[in-house]
């Protein structure tokens, strides 16, 4: 009983996210970075911390540490996009938050976001929650519970053991269920909601993809826009105001 | 005598030099260039010297109706001589076309000198022939107006000129003002007119070959402002013309008529081409012509709260007036005034000059760093053919001091779902620690691959049941198997009771029946040998407690009474949990 419990978690441990290997490598690479920003070589800097994401591995601390030089460099639209994709990895940071402010409060374009229903904000809070792969990690460790606690169940003698046991193991199964459907429900979030950076220093949004098409409004470096559907070379965006149009996918970056 | 003779001889000898040192000119002089089959024609051959054998030409095409008529005059005016010698003809053509009179000859002073050949223009029969000395006519054909277009296929808002120049022959002269009754209005043009002041400047030139005085009525600078013909109103004017007439007053001078004509520069056209369209950049606004452009901050650090200037500046030559300045775009954290406009333009016959320049007060409201972007604006060189672009520099205002704590609140205001609490007034330094993830982790949740795992995790609760029940089958613990089967006995010795509850009598009876099925199979008794003491003997053999031995035979007896007397529902009850107790008790002593 014992020997099987120690035979789940070790088999959890060896499927764990692995860690990159040539780890130092990445962590020399990012020291001499940090090193390099420190004495305002800021493109310089930015060369290393590209290595290291060159290698295949990435962190929030090393898109945030990008985002920083960016905008030291007074490229906002990078600065910007790195901001994004660390908060991608680490949702809450506050510091990343904070100086992404910064930023924002140097961009031109000011969108203000749509009123969301409370339903609204629940769907798209519930597809923010976890990775994907924690979810699937959470979902395949609960029927791991349920597993054990339903041999466990078998083993114990006492009624009160016995009820614990049972408890438990309906509980894992409900737990198992709901783990799956998040991590459903987080993977059709990510592909649904693909969102870009403007690069472009000025750009028109148009009715539809063509040159020819009305120019609706303009756009400017550092917006972000959500990503809908793509014709050829030009992509449907939507504002967080809710605006839509098309695009050149050229003056736009996808995270 | 002779002397005098001598004398008279030295002085012509003196004079001949000085008739010689002025050049001999021997030109003619037609009354008229152009004139109807039925009119006549008067041709002088003019001479400055005194010549000899003039042969006139043959004049071809015209009959000759008189002349030559000799005629020499002479004078002296403060001391300088001046002399003619003129041949006139009247001549009337006999034939319709251009008709050149051909050159007379002259000898001055052994030397032959020729006139130049004239050309007449003979037009089909005029219904009152123009009587050459006619005033009307001649102030009509001795002043124009004339509207000179410096480009009459000019591109749109591209600058053209308009002078308008009155021409005056030396045949008349203007000496009264002159009205005037149609000025030109300029539709589909912007215009600026630039009237000559004060005194008109007079200037020798040609007309039409011939030699005029002229004077710069007016300037006006058009810029096109639609494409294809556009046509400039003609200017008229009511002039004043003083004439001479062939009278002479009392003093022998001649004496002018005054006559009044309206004249008018006729109606021009202007074809007025479009800019081309190809390689049009997307911030062309319509300027056209030769600029330069330039953008500049007034500083590029201060605090917030405090303001700078921003101005946007085109400067050079083209329709200044008639473009909007290229827009900038601020930070979003700026706040921005309406630009205050600057204009230092002045109109010339070229075209406008100067700089347009926009001043933009900005308040930036909190502290950081601030790109301002670059700014391109776009013309069109008429000259070179094409559109030209200039981009300035960008602007970098730094924001020392100021709040940053403000930018966060408007930032949640204008974003709701993105309430930053920013416990920095700083803009944070970088992270100095890092753990690694792979970047595109392969996809895994939904995958067969993450299912086999599920259901692999699910398979081993039936292998365990498998597995376990083949342990228990072959490496026996058979007490355990021999424990369940009993507990499973002593629920069947005892359901018969049960089901007897409501009938004490017969609980009583199954009651008994199941403890001596319950002895015999636990003690390996059987009914004949189960006696109180038998009993009493084997359960202390086997360590059963004291106790419950008691109450196990207790209950045998209750059983035994019971048949003969009768019970309480009470009893049967109490009994029914007894008997369970003591046979657990048993068992439980003989494990």
């Given at each position: 009983m014992m020997a099987r419990g120690l035979y789940l978690l070790v088999f959890i441990m060896f499927f764990a996210p692995q860690n990159g290997?040539?780890?130092?490598?990445?962590?020399?690479?990012?020291?001499?970075?940090?090193?390099?920003?420190k004495n305002e070589q800021y493109n310089e800097a930015i060369l290393r911390w590209e290595a290291v994401l060159e290698s295949g591995v990435h962190s929030a601390a090393i898109y945030y540490n990008m985002a920083n030089a960016y905008y030291h460099l007074n490229d906002l639209a990078s600065s910007i996009y790195y901001y994004e994709k660390a908060l991608a990895l680490s949702p809450g940071d506050v510091e990343i938050k904070a100086n992404r402010a910064y930023v924002q409060n140097a961009l031109i374009d000011v969108i203000r976001e749509q009123p969301k229903t409370l339903f609204q904000k629940w769907d798209e809070a519930s597809g923010?929650?976890?990775?994907?792969?924690?979810w699937a990690w959470l979902g395949l460790f609960f029927m791991g519970l349920f597993v054990f606690v339903a041999i466990s169940f078998n083993l114990v003698e006492t009624p009160s053991a016995k009820r614990l046991s049972f408890v438990t193991g309906i509980l894992s199964v409900i737990l198992f269920?709901?783990?799956i459907a998040f991590g459903i429900k987080t993977q059709s979030y990510s592909q649904n909601y693909r969102w870009a950076i403007v690069f472009s220093q000025e750009m028109s949004v148009r009715s539809g993809p063509r040159l020819s098409d009305e120019a609706l409004f303009e756009l400017h470096a550092g917006t972000k826009v959500r990503l809908l559907q793509s014709q050829d070379e030009w992509q449907e965006v939507e504002l967080a105001d809710g605006r839509r149009g098309w695009v050149s996918s050229n003056e736009i970056k996808t995270l | 005598m002779r002397v005098m003779v001598k004398w008279v001889f030295y002085a012509f000898v003196l004079m001949i030099p000085l008739s010689l040192g002025a050049q001999v000119e021997f030109t003619a002089k037609v009354s008229k260039k152009k004139l109807g089959l039925n009119e006549r024609l008067r041709?002088?051959?003019?001479?400055?010297?005194?010549?000899?054998?003039?042969?006139?030409?043959?004049?071809?095409?015209?009959r000759v109706l008189g002349g030559p008529n000799q005629s020499i005059s002479n004078s002296w005016i403060n001391g300088k001589r001046s002399y003619s010698k003129t041949y006139s003809f009247f001549l009337a053509p006999l034939k319709k076309g251009v008709i050149t009179i051909g050159?007379?000859?002259?000898?001055?002073?052994?030397?032959?000198?020729?006139?130049?050949?004239?050309?007449?223009?003979?037009t089909?029969?005029?219904?009152?022939?123009?009587?050459?000395?006619?005033?009307?006519?001649?102030?009509?054909?001795?002043?124009?107006?004339?509207?000179?277009?410096?480009n009459t296929n000019p591109y749109l808002n591209e600058a053209i000129t308009v002078v308008y120049k009155l021409y005056v022959s030396n045949q008349v002269s203007i000496t009264s003002n002159w009205r005037e009754i149609d000025s030109p209005k300029y539709a589909d043009f912007w215009s600026q007119t630039l009237d000559q002041k004060g005194q008109l400047q007079i200037y020798e030139g040609q007309y039409r070959g011939e030699d005029y005085r002229y004077v710069v009525l007016r300037t006006a600078v058009l810029y096109p402002q639609k494409t294809g013909e556009l046509s400039i109103e003609p200017l008229t004017l009511d002039v004043p013309i003083d004439v001479r007439s062939n009278r002479r007053d009392f003093f022998g001078r001649f004496m002018t008529t005054r006559v009044n004509k309206t004249i008018s520069a006729g109606r021009r056209t202007i074809n007025v081409k479009p800019l081309p369209l190809e390689n049009r950049p997307e911030d062309f606004t319509g300027a056209v012509g030769f600029f330069d452009f330039d953008s500049s901050i007034s500083r590029s650090e201060l605090d917030a709260q405090e303001s700078l200037e921003y101005s946007v500046t085109v400067r050079g030559e083209g329709n200044l007036k008639l473009f909007e300045l290229p827009k900038p775009q601020f930070p979003n954290a700026f706040e921005v005034y309406e630009p205050a406009r600057n204009d230092k333009i002045s109109t010339r016959t070229s075209g406008m000059r100067g700089s347009v320049s926009e001043v933009y007060t900005l308040v930036p409201q909190n502290q950081g760093t601030y790109p301002l972007p670059p700014l391109s604006f776009s013309y069109f060189d008429p000259n070179l053919e094409r559109y030209i672009t200039k981009t300035t520099q960008d602007h970098i205002v730094s924001v020392i001091n100021g709040p940053a704590q403000e930018s966060a609140q408007q930032n949640s205001e204008r974003n709701e779902t993105n309430k930053v609490v920013v416990d920095t007034d700083r803009f944070s330094y970088i992270k100095l620690q890092s753990d690694w993830y792979a970047k595109n982790p392969a996809p895994w949740f939904g995958t067969w691959?993450?299912?086999?795992?599920?259901?692999?995790?699910?398979?081993?609760?039936?292998?365990?049941?498998?597995?376990?029940?083949?342990?228990?089958?072959?490496?026996?613990?058979?007490?355990?198997?021999?424990?369940?089967?009993?507990?499973?006995?002593i629920a069947q010795y005892l359901s018969q009771a049960k089901a007897e509850q409501q009938n004490p009598?017969?609980?009583?009876?199954?009651?008994?029946?199941?403890?001596?099925?319950?002895?015999?199979?636990?003690?390996k008794l059987e009914t004949s040998g189960m006696s109180k003491e038998n009993i009493r003997a084997l359960m202390t053999q086997r360590k059963v407690t004291q106790d419950a031995i008691d109450r196990l035979i207790g209950l045998i007896e209750r059983c035994e009474r019971a048949r003969y007397a009768p019970t309480t529902a009470v009893d049967v009850q109490n009994d029914y949990n007894e008997a369970q107790e003591v046979i657990a008790l048993i068992n439980n002593t003989k494990r």
């Open positions: 290997h040539g780890q130092g490598q990445s962590d020399n690479w990012f020291d001499q970075g940090n090193q390099l920003y923010q929650l976890l990775s994907v792969n924690t269920t709901g783990s | 041709i002088d051959f003019e001479m400055n010297q005194d010549g000899d054998n003039f042969e006139p030409p043959s004049f071809e095409g015209f050159q007379a000859s002259i000898e001055v002073d052994g030397e032959r000198y020729k006139s130049l050949p004239v050309e007449v223009v003979v089909e029969a005029v219904e009152i022939p123009k009587d050459g000395n006619n005033a009307d006519y001649l102030a009509s054909e001795n002043v124009h107006l004339v509207a000179e277009v410096s691959a993450y299912w086999r795992w599920v259901l692999g995790l699910l398979i081993l609760l039936p292998m365990w049941f498998i597995i376990s029940l083949i342990r228990n089958r072959y490496l026996g613990d058979t007490a355990s198997r021999d424990l369940r089967k009993r507990k499973r006995l009598t017969a609980f009583y009876a199954a009651l008994e029946r199941s403890l001596h099925l319950f002895l015999k199979a636990q003690l």
